[in-house]
């Protein structure tokens, strides 16, 4: 699987400089990223707040441990 060029968190940066008054074109331009990523990201982690991913992140460990437990799985 292919690594992620940016974490969530410095995703949650870019957006937030489209709301600090920067322009669409010039964030685009700045971290080379494309149109569709751009609106992609605002679709995905727009509305969340900062500690979000972070909360995300303990839930997905949670679930891990959680299935190892009860079904021997190895996530």
Do not use: C, D
């Amino acid at each position: 699987m292919k690594k992620a060029r940016f974490t969530e968190s410095q995703i949650m940066g870019i957006l937030k400089e489209a709301g600090a008054g920067v322009t669409v074109n010039e964030i685009w331009r700045k971290h080379g990223i494309s149109s569709a990523t751009y609106y992609k990201w605002k679709a995905k982690y727009g509305g969340l707040e900062a500690s979000a991913p972070a909360r995300r992140a303990g839930r997905r460990a949670n679930r891990a441990e959680t299935m190892k437990i009860s079904f021997g799985f190895r996530v």
